[in-house]
């Protein structure tokens, strides 16, 4: 599922859940408010009907003043109703007509409130309140139609509904366009991507969200790898076809001399393109399968190479040290190919060791490729070292493969530098910074 259909399927249901929680918190609190309205009216009700009870003076009962009371008491299932129970007493308003009212004796001052079913589909608020008057105790119970009011409250809650859905569809709408705003962020990373691969210019990334800047330089210094790759392979190539060029022609032109016996010179020109197309098969089975843009595992990348450059020199002893849990930053590819022709280099001048170190010294990686051979004079270490000095125009299998180490070395702001060892033998030292590049 993509990214955009995940957000729109989360907001959808959260809209959902909290738009609903909205309408129900605001209809019980309309609810809660109408009850509460009503009810304090019931108890002034009820205040002017207590105030309107008294004892006549002549034959001592109690009787209500009807002249005090409004006249909705009076009007046949008007909507309102009372009822004064007391000892021997029994006062129902004349709205009630023979509707029974059950009614619950209760001290002096408590009072109850509930809702019920009234006369003619009524839905009835009763407020209850026991009271004494003049040493006697009564009950009032007094009670109001509510359903017009809850009639008019859905009435409201179904428009409510319908501005909530209509609101939440439009903040739907709205989150649609911000996420494809947003999203039109990442073109300036397909951009990059389509500049680097037909060689444009670079592009601003500056425009980018915060949080997807990472991702962005990311890829850049990924693809930014993968064209130093492809420029490298490309030079490989040519080198390759430069070292074929003339052994090529000299056999051509030994062929069209052909009244001369060149059969042995034809064989050794025939025999160095055999070896530069071996060594080019060789430098690709030590890279392997090519993964762009993965950091080497040494506990993973490691023992494959040293397998095979075993097979490849079965003569010789080749030991590697290395922290087994030590990740290098540096591409993959880039780091094998390296190692790869450092120990290729060192096994064939070996006579019978050949040892490769890597370890870690404070905030940068060092690799370290010996051998057990002869060595080199300083001058011809000089001259190997120099920019652009090829070794392998006089010396057959020399220069080439270091000056691509040369490459990859400076690609990653390290430095390669070609001792002779204590012992003997040539001592290739690589220093790389232990972070990321």
């Not at 190919?337 to 905030?363: H, M, T, Y």
């Not at 070292?385 to 220069?399: F, I, K, N, V, Y």
Request: hydrophobic share 40%.
């Amino acid at each position: 599922m993509s990214i955009r259909a995940q957000l729109s399927r989360s907001l959808f249901f959260a809209l959902c859940f909290t738009m609903g929680a909205l309408l129900l918190v605001i209809h019980w609190g309309v609810g809660q408010l109408t009850h509460g309205y009503i009810q304090s009216r019931l108890q002034h009700d009820a205040e002017s009907i207590i105030s309107a009870l008294d004892k006549d003076p002549q034959d001592g009962q109690w009787k209500l003043n009807s002249d005090r009371l409004g006249r909705v008491y009076e009007r046949a299932f008007s909507g309102h109703y009372f009822v004064i129970k007391g000892e021997n007493l029994n006062i129902r308003s004349r709205s009630l007509w023979d509707y029974p009212l059950e009614v619950v004796s209760l001290h002096k001052g408590v009072t109850t409130s509930e809702l019920m079913p009234g006369a003619n589909d009524e839905h009835w608020l009763v407020w209850s309140q026991g009271f004494s008057k003049k040493s006697s105790t009564f009950t009032i119970t007094i009670a109001e139609d509510i359903a017009p009011v809850e009639a008019l409250t859905w009435h409201y809650s179904l428009w409510a509904v319908g501005v909530v859905l209509s609101g939440t569809v439009l903040l739907l709408l709205l989150q649609q366009w911000v996420i494809k705003k947003n999203f039109r962020y990442l073109d300036a990373v397909r951009t990059k991507i389509q500049s680097l691969r037909y060689s444009e210019e670079k592009t601003d990334l500056s425009k980018v969200p915060e949080e997807l800047m990472p991702l962005a330089e990311d890829i850049e210094q990924l693809l930014v790898q993968l064209q130093k790759r492809v420029s490298r392979s490309r030079n490989s190539l040519g080198n390759l076809a430069h070292e074929l060029k003339r052994p090529l022609q000299r056999v051509q032109q030994l062929l069209e001399e052909a009244s001369n016996p060149h059969s042995e010179e034809i064989q050794r020109l025939l025999g160095d393109i055999q070896w530069l197309i071996q060594r080019e098969l060789k430098r690709a089975r030590i890279v392997g399968v090519s993964s762009p843009g993965r950091q080497m595992h040494l506990a993973d990348d490691i023992p494959p190479l040293m397998d095979v450059l075993t097979k490849l020199f079965p003569d010789l002893v080749i030991t590697s040290e290395y922290p087994a849990e030590l990740v290098l930053y540096q591409d993959r590819d880039d780091m094998l190919e390296l190692f790869g022709n450092l120990l290729d280099n060192a096994c064939k001048f070996a006579v019978r060791n050949v040892a490769l170190q890597i370890r870690q010294e404070d905030k940068n990686i060092v690799i370290s490729v010996t051998d057990d051979g002869r060595g080199l004079p300083a001058e011809s270490i000089a001259r190997l070292m120099q920019r652009g000095e090829r070794l392998d125009e006089s010396t057959q299998g020399a220069g080439l493969g270091l000056s691509i180490c040369q490459d990859i070395v400076e690609n990653y702001q390290g430095s390669l530098l070609i001792t002779n060892g204590k012992s003997g033998g040539l001592r290739a030292t690589v220093v790389f910074p232990s972070g990321p590049i």
